[in-house]
T-cell receptor
Framework: GAGVSQTPSNKVTEKGKYVELRCDPI?????LYWYRQSLGQGPEFLIY????????DSGLPNDRFFAVRPEGSVSTLKIQRTERGDSAVYLC????????????FGEGSWLTVV | DAKTTQPNSMESNEEEPVHLPCNHS???????IHWYRQLPSQGPEYVIH???SNVNNRMASLAIAEDRKSSTLILHRATLRDAAVYYC????????????FGKGTKLSVKP
């Protein structure tokens, strides 16, 4: 595809359940980012990958959140023991990983924890 | 991280120019100024970025103050499709690291 693809586009889960959100970056992009956006707020940084490794995971709120990118392409954001406060849009983005380079965002995965 | 200050909201009439201001008085010499916009129910979209000189592209122009403590995003002729939240962001050293978003400016365009 031409852009960043995220699945599922919508997910409703029960409190306490485990959730996985998938991101397919633009082909050839070495840098991949996860953001979270709550209603009425700007996106909040979670984690950034350069290749397979997490270059900066300082935005992950706690140890219930984990992300992987095993082959340097597709990434999965994993949330354990979901809480109602985890309800938000989870945005994935990618770039060529060159300083000052444009970052391209997907349309997000809307997570609702009930 | 250096912060930016933007008005919460602005209104414009269709076909008229729009000047969206951003203050970043604590900007460092290596910070790039990025603008993104977010249409309803979509992810943020890159608009433009610059370091010191004014920049133009097909979407907009970016005017950067000489002291770099402020900048202005210029939409030359607003259309209804330009109604969005516009974010002004400083990117440390132009690095590929994370972008720190604020609340942005919600632009409304009236027909």
């Amino acid at each position: 595809g031409a852009g960043v693809s995220q699945t599922p586009s919508n997910k409703v889960t029960e409190k306490g359940k485990y959730v996985e959100l998938r991101c397919d970056p633009i082909s050839g992009h070495t840098a991949l980012y996860w953001y979270r956006q709550s209603l009425g707020q700007g996106p909040e940084f979670l984690i950034y990958f350069q290749g397979t490794g997490a270059a900066d995971d300082s935005g992950l709120p706690n140890d219930r959140f984990f992300a992987v990118r095993p082959e340097g392409s597709v990434s999965t954001l994993k949330i354990q023991r979901t809480e109602r406060g985890d309800s938000a849009v989870y945005l994935c983005a990618s770039s060529l990983g060159v300083p000052g380079n444009t970052i391209y965002f997907g349309e997000g995965s809307w997570l609702t924890v009930v | 991280d250096a912060k930016t200050t933007q008005p919460n909201s602005m209104e414009s009439n269709e076909e008229e120019p729009v000047h969206l201001p951003c203050n970043h008085s604590t900007i460092s010499g290596t910070d790039y100024i990025h603008w993104y916009r977010q249409l309803p129910s979509q992810g943020p979209e890159y608009v433009i970025h610059g370091l010191t000189s004014n920049v133009n592209n097909r979407m907009a122009s970016l005017a950067i103050a000489e002291d770099r403590k402020s900048s202005t995003l210029i939409l030359h002729r607003a259309t209804l499709r330009d109604a969005a939240v516009y974010y002004c962001i400083l990117n440390y050293g132009g690095s590929q690291g994370n972008l720190i978003f604020g609340k942005g400016t919600k632009l409304s365009v009236k027909p």
